[in-house]
């Protein structure tokens, strides 16, 4: 249902749209848009491909005679600071609307609220999700069953009543802790013995060192639960060191081209996968849909998948395996 301003800015584009008929063009092909794209860790393949599938939204609109300029700026792997330098410029430069992989929920909120919303300028959030700020369209990955697929993989491939635990590197993060609930209530169900999770700092080298400790206090452990692929491959590089890569099992989030190998070569049990492309062509397309007064979905939860060796197959073209195309 319409709300005023809705119903508004539709009377308004049905307006135009009946003025124009008589001289040929249609109203969409009067319509150009510039629309930044503000990612965090923009090399890594998840944002890469993210980037893939807003750029097939733009190609799409263009057909309907919508033009898109799309400007997508990088702040790197961890400075949060550059991703809000990137936003002021972004909007100093006049875009029309704002896509955004936030990098940090609580400190892109003073932009997006003194900036955009109080400019008036639609926002549109891929993942992650923001603290403070308004917002046109927000998908995000259901991240409790992403967790529970995990559970669900593991329950299958350690024996019953076998010890599992998380390696929680996003103690602070609502979608982290979907991911940690997730596991553990539906391992719980499963009858597996979850043990109390352990907190780290991501790298390679942090996850390994874990992998090694745990290993020391609790001996039995069956299975680790991670919340980013990179925690499993340094736990996978401490199990092969120790020779018990075939006595504990690892699921992790996300995938990469690393991951992937991995998994086919039995290191890592599974994989949860998110869609990042679907995330990209989806906040595009609603983005689109604000400005030219079409219909907006504004909250969006998109299904994860799991990947084992079973089903390495199927996910040989994934944006993320192929480096974002």
Do not use: C
């Amino acid at each position: 249902m319409l709300n005023r301003r809705s119903a508004f800015k539709y009377a308004l584009a049905l307006s135009a749209l009946t003025a124009v008929i008589s001289s040929g063009p249609s109203f969409a092909e009067e319509k150009k848009f510039t629309i930044g794209y503000s990612q965090m860790w923009g090399t890594n393949p998840f944002l890469l491909a993210q980037a893939a599938g807003a750029e097939k939204a733009v190609k799409e609109w263009a057909d309907k005679g919508v033009a898109v300029d799309m400007i997508v700026t990088n702040a790197g792997d961890t400075d949060v600071n550059k991703q809000v330098a990137d936003l002021e410029d972004l909007y100093a430069r006049g875009v029309d609307g704002l896509l955004i992989f936030p990098g940090d929920s609580i400190v892109v909120g003073d932009p997006i609220v003194n900036l955009y919303n109080r400019g008036k300028i639609p926002v549109a959030i891929t993942d992650i999700g923001i603290e403070k700020g308004d917002y046109v369209h927000f998908n995000i990955t259901d991240n409790y069953k992403g967790g529970a697929l995990a559970a669900q993989l593991m329950a299958k491939n350690v024996p019953a009543g076998a010890k599992v635990i998380t390696f929680d590197h996003l103690p602070n993060s609502t979608a982290g802790q979907e991911r940690r609930r997730g596991f553990e209530e539906e391992a719980a169900k499963l009858g597996l013995t979850v043990e109390p999770r352990k907190i780290y700092t991501l790298s390679l080298e942090n996850a390994r060192r874990l992998m090694e400790d745990t290993l020391t206090s609790i001996p039995d452990v069956a299975g680790v639960f991670f919340m980013n692929q990179v925690g499993g491959q340094g736990a996978a590089s401490a199990l092969e060191t120790l020779n018990k890569a075939d006595s504990v099992k690892l699921v992790a989030f996300d995938l990469d081209p690393i991951s992937y190998g991995m998994v086919k070569d039995g290191k890592l049990l599974g994989l949860v996968v998110q869609k990042p492309f679907e995330m990209g062509y989806a906040g595009m397309n609603n983005m689109v849909a604000s400005l030219t007064g079409g219909e907006v979905l504004k909250d969006m939860q998109i299904e994860p998948l799991i990947l084992s060796k079973e089903t390495a197959a199927d996910f040989a073209n994934d944006p993320q395996v192929t480096g974002g195309k």
